[in-house]
């Protein structure tokens, strides 16, 4: 790993003087730009709906529905559900179709977006032929976590253009800078990822086989995570799961969107990971029984369900 403190700058508390952008504003994205407006950035967000500016303006940000209002952006953020939208958005399918073409040297397009690796490096070659910087920033935790500001940020990429995103990025929670490379975080985050999602399995089998024995699953849980499992994912989830709230953070369709780039991972790099495996199978399964738009915690709810519960 990289020394974090090369990549800080050196603003201080103060906000940065960057005029920043922010594209995709759905449940994350809203709370990241939320967050960034509070500690005094001026934050300018592009919504498609109109019916979303009275709302985002209530929450001090400067919206807009014309994309032409982030072009003169220092640094523009981007938190968008996949490969396929961050290339439209910024990329397009002609050469002038895409935001980037018309954003200026030296702008910095700071994507927060659970993305491939491939695409991480497609997209930085991309914006370096244009003079611009690419900056990957994923994150660790759901839209709680954001407005709380502990999301645990993964950030790879030109070190001077972290060091322009670092008054940014230590507003949002915990950074971890990993490299030069921005596919180097994206890779990070999708292995993390899959840790949740093999533990969520876990977890909803074996709740599944307590509540069956008539044992109290919490009661199993408070010994586990109080001893050997008491990290942030075996102890939130597990209470939701035990709770029944399969409200979305990360929905299943996007969850298993992640696993599968997980998995392209793995085999590009000739490396079996078969519990990723039957989790893909799982999420297919739960989405296949109605579970889309709920969240991937309700890899348990389907265990429930196979159990007759």
């Known amino acids: 790993m990289l020394d974090e403190e090369s990549f800080k700058g050196d603003t201080g508390n103060r906000p940065s003087l960057d005029k920043i952008g922010v594209i995709g504003l759905g449940l994350m994205g809203t709370e ?8 005094g950035h001026c934050v300018r967000a592009y919504v498609r709906r109109p019916a979303r500016l009275v709302e985002l303006k209530a929450l001090n940000l400067i919206p807009t529905t014309s994309m032409q209002d982030l072009s003169d952006c220092n640094i523009l953020l981007s938190m968008l559900p996949d490969d396929d939208a961050v ?20 702008t910095i397009h700071l994507s927060m977006s659970t993305i491939s690796t491939t ?9 370096k032929i244009r003079g611009q910087d690419y900056v990957a920033a994923p994150v660790f ?79 199993f849980l408070d010994i586990m995570t109080g ?25 299943m369709p996007m969850a298993l969107k992640d696993v599968r780039l997980a998995l392209a991972e793995a085999e590009k790099a000739s490396v079996a990971i078969p519990s990723v495996s039957v989790v893909r199978d799982r999420m297919i399964t739960a989405i296949a029984r109605g579970h889309a738009a709920r969240d991937w915690t309700a890899l348990a709810l389907l265990a429930f369900e196979e159990a007759g519960l």
């Open 32 to 39: 990241i730009a939320a967050n960034l407006a509070a500690v």
């Open 87 to 106: 290339r439209e958005v910024f990329f397009g399918k002609t050469a002038t179709e895409g935001i980037a073409a018309h954003l200026g040297p030296g």
């Open 119 to 127: 695409a991480s490096a497609e997209f930085a070659h991309a914006h």
């Open 141 to 219: 935790g759901n839209p709680a976590a954001a407005k709380a500001r502990e999301l645990a940020v993964i950030v790879a990429g030109p070190v001077t253009a972290c060091k322009r995103c670092s008054p940014l990025i230590e507003r949002l929670g915990r950074t971890f800078f990993v490299g030069s490379e921005p596919a180097q975080a994206n890779l990070i985050k999708l292995l993390g990822n899959m840790m949740t999602a093999t533990t969520l399995q876990v977890l909803g089998e074996l709740i599944a086989l307590l509540r069956k024995r008539g044992q109290d699953p919490q009661q």
């Open 227 to 251: 001893t050997m499992f008491g990290s942030r994912v075996h102890t939130i989830y597990g209470r939701r799961i035990v709770a029944g709230d399969y409200a979305p953070g990360l929905a």
